[in-house]
């Protein structure tokens, strides 16, 4: 297996010289009102979300980083799962253009008086409200949502299923840092079987034109990923050979109860990266979703060296959801 | 009892043809400075406010549902008891408005400390605060808080005691839908006993003229509750056959264990309205304050028929919450 | 003891009778980026926030209570700790400045997740923020974040160590209510050994001036105390009988099943301020951070009566931090 799947990269590894072509279609016009996963986005829409992001990216950079284009919408977070960072992205994002927005969490809701999820989401529907951030434990809420309202639906994370504003945002950070998206080659690391990170990933890198391998434990492998265009390898040192980009994913510690793997050590000794694979590779760049577990996924010293672009992926987190939001209010091409 | 029900239902329907005046006396000023309950809002001062309401349900039917004229207020939400579509309302209400809003729950505060309620609320005031909008599960709470401090309190449910917003927005719906509240029939369907969205009901609709009629299960009517002005059934089909708005409460399905009612299975068996009840009686509308148990107090269908407001009466909500922060802050009469 | 201390209290009373000076040296500037703890903090630069506190004060009684002068920037609530008065005064400051602001509670957050403190405000950080307000249980989480970012660091509150907004209200308020800090005569009374509002407070106050007794069992006297600068009394009488404030402080009950002190009755006894100390000496001052223990560290009347000047302190928070969020904002001097 592992010489064959260095050969295909081998031989497709010449595409990253292409020169991506970044002109939208003349007749492209974006025409999306939800975002439930990259699935339901064609690569021109992906292209689109991202040279829109690419414009709040600049405005972070200003003094008042504010661009109060949503001053007439209102919000609302409905985050059945905890969170902190996605939470307080889009709540960033939101705040800074203008929107009124309300948090509702499921520890303080109906949810726990048996109300049904189509019931609450009508209910807060007949509040007048623009759009819905979602996030929940069960795949396919947000599209459930999308049925029964007609206020805008954001998934911020569905069960094992999609995780958009996510991919999104891994993607322009690929781009920001590394370069054309067309002919990448991004090793992806861990758990894949449960990560609706990997998914929306999958999918976005697929779409632009990426080679995309998927790396882990077999048991943390999902039957058929191959379907989904990508690779599958169980040696990671092959990987880091090959790859521009690697990223790794954050292992859910209750995993090993459930024996997907025997320890945190071996774990680490097998899929982590170190100071020495950035020594022997010293060409990928190296990104994490977070939150990190320092000393499995990532050495310490390569989640603080400068080949970790994992800052920039919360700060481009920012700038990709302030497009997502201000493209399905209805606004169109800033620029 | 059936049929002595029947014939004063009979007697009193006429009143219903009669128009209902709707201009305010001339004289007529509303002098209200906090709303603890509908029991100290004279017949007058609820007209003034649903007059006021209508107002800002227009503003809610424009593009930008946003009348800023609170922006120099701040309103703490101190909320002792959980709720989502109160609490929502209410600060939607208040962020449209433009105020400053700051949350307050019992989860994250001093009451696990021991500091009494008189502490709290004082040093809250102490902040400067306009208003406090209060939910605690003892009645009397906002009673008791308004004596301590300057800041308009409004009630959003003390216990058993009064919901004064819930039943405001119940009437405001039902002269929306179904026309003048004087001799308006109005039967209220459930667990009587415990609940205080009832109690600002019965209150509120006395007052306007409406007549009234409670149903539910001998275990969950109060004794003596003929003494609010109005009658008893314990037979839902008369009921329908009366009405013109029948009121279903959610049952709260912690009673079944103390024994007011023998199984879900039973009280729908009773108390719940059908398609079939809908099909015979084709005149009377359905109303419910949420959450609904689907198929419990409201078929499914039922539910989801327009001969049901119950997403009216949502969106109506904002609108009356609106109203009485307006008008609580001192503003008077939109016009 | 209790004689000596009388006498150092008479020989060095008479401090008190100076006029403070209130000049500022015509050289002086603000320096500080954060507010880690007053020992970080010059006199100057004490009495130049209390100063631009004064300001928001007035501001405070304004019929709108409102400058927005923070408008451009945004600010983290970032509470590891419970909190109702700190959280709320601190969000009121932010909000009537015009900032805009986000909360994160532990509750709802990545700490579960096993992320590291320095990963939390790290990525919170690359969200583009300008300021972060801090509570935590551990001593010195402040001062590591303050290493970790750019951002301003805020403490409000990090275990035993210090709660410096909590003196600087309390020393404000002392300034407003009783005069001069340069020779007051404060005792401080109660559980000494763990609590950081002691220990700013010394802290402040003996760097203006101040002369200050701690008083309590002596369970609740750290050893070395008078290191600090103060004397230690357990002889309440006395204390009262030559002080100009009594600043008593909360006892948390958990104490007593440490064995610290007996029982809440003997408590109140020995160390609780009641009308009779009032009566008899008639000129100190009573202060309390709250939440007060009603009956154990203060009487009830002695709580509500006009020499308590408790919510005069919530309010002088309020301005306080204010000024202290505008000064770290990197405004100057409002004049």
Redesign the interface.
């Known amino acids: 297996m592992a010489k064959t799947l260095y050969m295909w990269f081998h031989e497709t590894g010449e595409q990253t010289m292409k020169a991506e072509a970044e002109v939208m279609p003349s007749d492209y016009s974006f025409k999306q009102t939800h975002l439930i996963g990259l699935a339901g986005y064609s690569a021109d829409d992906i292209r689109f979300v991202l040279q829109q992001a690419s414009y709040f990216r600049e405005v972070?950079n200003r003094?008042?980083?504010?661009l109060p284009t949503l001053r007439?919408k209102?919000i609302?977070n409905l985050f059945y799962e905890?969170?902190?960072?996605t939470?307080?992205?889009f709540?960033?994002a939101q705040?800074?253009m203008g929107a009124?927005v309300?948090n509702?969490?499921s520890?303080?809701?109906?949810v726990?008086?048996?109300?049904?999820l189509k019931?609450?989401i009508?209910?807060?529907?007949?509040?007048?409200i623009d759009m819905v951030v979602v996030r929940h434990e069960s795949p396919g809420v947000p599209q459930f949502l999308r049925r029964c309202v007609n206020a805008s639906i954001i998934n911020a994370g569905d069960g094992a299923h999609e995780h958009p504003t996510q991919a999104l945002l891994d993607i322009f950070s690929m781009k920001q840092s590394v370069g054309n998206i067309k002919g990448l080659k991004v090793v992806i690391i861990g758990d894949i079987l449960h990560s609706r990170v990997v998914r929306s990933n999958i999918i976005g890198l697929i779409k632009l034109g990426a080679e995309v391998v998927v790396c882990g434990p077999k048991t943390m492998i999902p039957l058929f990923v191959q379907e989904m265009g990508v690779r599958v390898s169980h040696n990671l040192e092959e990987c880091l050979a090959w790859c521009n980009v690697a990223m790794a994913l954050r292992i859910q510690?209750e995993r090993q109860q459930g024996g997907l793997f025997p320890s945190l050590r071996e774990y680490h000794e097998t899929f982590g990266i170190t100071m020495k694979h950035l020594e022997r590779y010293p060409d990928f760049t190296v990104m994490h979703p977070?939150?990190?577990?320092?000393g499995v996924e990532l050495d310490n010293d390569v989640?603080d060296s400068d080949r970790a672009i994992i800052?920039?992926q919360?700060?481009n987190?920012?700038a990709v959801r302030m497009a997502v939001l201000y493209l399905l209010s209805g606004r169109r091409d800033l620029g």
Chains 1, 2, 3 share one sequence.
């Open positions: 972070l003094p008042v980083p504010k007439d209102t609302v905890n969170s902190t960072r939470r307080l992205s709540e960033l705040k800074r009124d309300v509702f969490s520890s303080s809701s109906s726990k008086k048996g109300e049904s019931d609450t009508r209910n807060i529907e007949s509040m007048k510690l977070g939150p990190i577990n320092r989640a800052l920039d919360v700060t987190g920012l």
